[in-house]
């Protein structure tokens, strides 16, 4: 089925220009091919009649703890306001047991809809049987997965290629106009091999890298499976120590957190500031590492993720489909924006 692409004005509400949308052709036969079971999603679509006008769903983060989070759960709160509907936001504290705890519950009370940022994409098969099976809407943000039968739940977040893509050019530009000898230069790369989407970005950076012609022999991996700034931050310091050869460090990963926290150890295990390019993806840790006084560790640009406009986004498209019977868009995709020091205050205006 053909994919076309359309801009929100709503999303401007959020985010200005560039926000992109992968959706499916419309017409009466597209509608109907276009059902909750060939997403993968059961019977939801004929439960959809039974929904009542002000339904509740629950938001499932793989973190609710991370500043990310907490604004994309700022966004999902207030579109539900908007639209007459309730949204509970679970912290899920990167737990499958705890995922899948929190969805037998709202499956108990008789919720409306999910939105899921999964742990990992291993647990789709399981997340999508048990809303199947009670007849309820399930939806991805941020971290998509699948059914047993390999299709994709109704997704909205980043381009997780492009957006990989971009934070590299980010890193090789700073490289370049550093002018570190390439003999004396090492990058740390901090993945997660959990995450589909922390793949495709790790991986879309480090061919950046490769393209710019960076020796791969000098890339690392460091990885993680929380995509914290403290779990970065200790699985650096063996790898410091493994390369007393090198003394300049270039560092990226999946987000912010992984970068500034490898570049945070290593500035604290005695390498110069001046000798550290950090550049992360998300921009939530903006304020904090620029406007608030966190020490400089060489953290010097992002690629911006709206998380309020994918809250915000989530929960329009559930009510649409679960209260209007609209079918869900395939993908819904954010744009990235670089953002530096010089620039994050006009872009992240909670700063």
Same mark, same amino acid.
């Given at each position: 089925?053909?994919?076309?692409?359309?801009?929100?004005?709503?999303?401007?509400?959020w985010?200005g220009p560039?926000r992109h949308y992968a959706?499916?052709?419309?017409?009466?036969?597209?509608?109907?091919?276009?059902?909750?079971?060939?997403?993968?999603?059961g019977t939801?679509?004929?439960?959809a009649?039974?929904v009542?006008s002000?339904?509740t769903f629950v938001?499932?983060?793989?973190? #609710?703890?991370q500043?990310?989070?907490?604004?994309?759960?700022? #966004?999902?709160?207030?579109?539900a306001t $908007?639209?007459?509907?309730t949204?509970?936001?679970?912290?899920?504290?990167s737990s499958?047991?705890t995922t899948?705890?929190?969805?037998?519950t709202g499956i108990?009370? $008789?919720?409306n #809809?999910?939105?899921?940022v999964?742990?990992?994409?291993?647990l789709?098969?399981?997340?999508?049987l048990?809303?199947?099976r009670a007849h309820?809407?399930?939806m991805?943000?941020?971290?998509?997965f699948?059914?047993?039968n390999?299709k994709? @739940?109704?997704f909205?977040g980043?381009?997780?290629?492009e957006?990989?893509? =971009?934070?590299?050019s980010?890193?090789m530009?700073?490289?370049?106009?550093?002018?570190?000898?390439v003999?004396s230069?090492y990058?740390?790369l901090?993945v997660?091999p959990?995450l589909p989407?922390?793949?495709e970005?790790?991986t879309?950076?480090?061919? $950046?890298?490769?393209a710019a012609?960076f020796?791969?022999?000098?890339?690392i991996?460091?990885?993680? =499976?929380?995509?914290?700034?403290?779990?970065?931050?200790t699985?650096?310091?063996p790898?410091k120590t493994?390369?007393?050869?090198?003394?300049?460090?270039?560092?990226t990963?999946?987000?912010?957190?992984?970068?500034?926290?490898?570049?945070?150890?290593?500035?604290?295990?005695?390498?110069?500031v001046?000798d550290?390019?950090?550049?992360?993806?998300g #921009?939530?840790?903006a304020c904090s590492?620029?406007a608030?006084?966190a020490?400089? @560790?060489?953290?010097?640009?992002?690629?911006?993720i709206?998380?309020?406009?994918i809250?915000?986004?989530a929960?329009?498209e559930l009510?649409?489909?679960v209260? $209007?019977?609209?079918p869900?868009?395939a993908n819904?995709?954010v744009?990235p924006i670089?953002m530096?020091?010089?620039?994050?205050?006009s872009i992240?205006?909670g700063?």
């Amino acid at each position: 089925m053909k994919e076309r692409s359309r801009v929100s004005e709503r999303s401007a509400l959020w985010r200005g220009p560039g926000r992109h949308y992968a959706l499916f052709a419309t017409g009466a036969s597209c509608i109907a091919a276009v059902s909750a079971l060939s997403l993968g999603l059961g019977t939801a679509t004929a439960a959809a009649a039974r929904v009542p006008s002000h339904p509740t769903f629950v938001y499932l983060q793989t973190d #609710g703890s991370q500043s990310y989070f907490v604004l994309e759960a700022d #966004g999902a709160k207030a579109e539900a306001t $908007k639209l007459g509907a309730t949204v509970k936001v679970e912290n899920e504290s990167s737990s499958s047991a705890t995922t899948i705890s929190d969805i037998q519950t709202g499956i108990a009370d $008789k919720v409306n #809809g999910f939105i899921v940022v999964a742990p990992a994409a291993s647990l789709g098969p399981r997340m999508v049987l048990l809303a199947n099976r009670a007849h309820i809407q399930i939806m991805a943000s941020d971290n998509g997965f699948a059914g047993s039968n390999g299709k994709q @739940v109704p997704f909205v977040g980043i381009n997780a290629t492009e957006f990989g893509d =971009n934070s590299g050019s980010l890193l090789m530009n700073a490289w370049k106009k550093a002018h570190w000898p390439v003999s004396s230069t090492y990058m740390l790369l901090i993945v997660n091999p959990s995450l589909p989407t922390i793949v495709e970005r790790t991986t879309a950076e480090e061919a $950046k890298a490769l393209a710019a012609g960076f020796p791969k022999s000098h890339i690392i991996q460091v990885p993680t =499976n929380d995509n914290t700034v403290e779990q970065a931050f200790t699985n650096t310091g063996p790898i410091k120590t493994a390369h007393p050869q090198a003394r300049y460090w270039l560092v990226t990963g999946g987000n912010d957190d992984v970068a500034f926290g490898a570049a945070k150890k290593l500035v604290s295990s005695a390498v110069p500031v001046k000798d550290v390019i950090a550049v992360g993806l998300g #921009g939530d840790l903006a304020c904090s590492i620029w406007a608030k006084g966190a020490a400089n @560790v060489g953290f010097l640009a992002t690629n911006y993720i709206y998380p309020n406009a994918i809250g915000a986004d989530a929960v329009h498209e559930l009510y649409d489909n679960v209260v $209007k019977h609209q079918p869900f868009p395939a993908n819904t995709y954010v744009t990235p924006i670089p953002m530096t020091r010089s620039n994050f205050m006009s872009i992240d205006k909670g700063c």
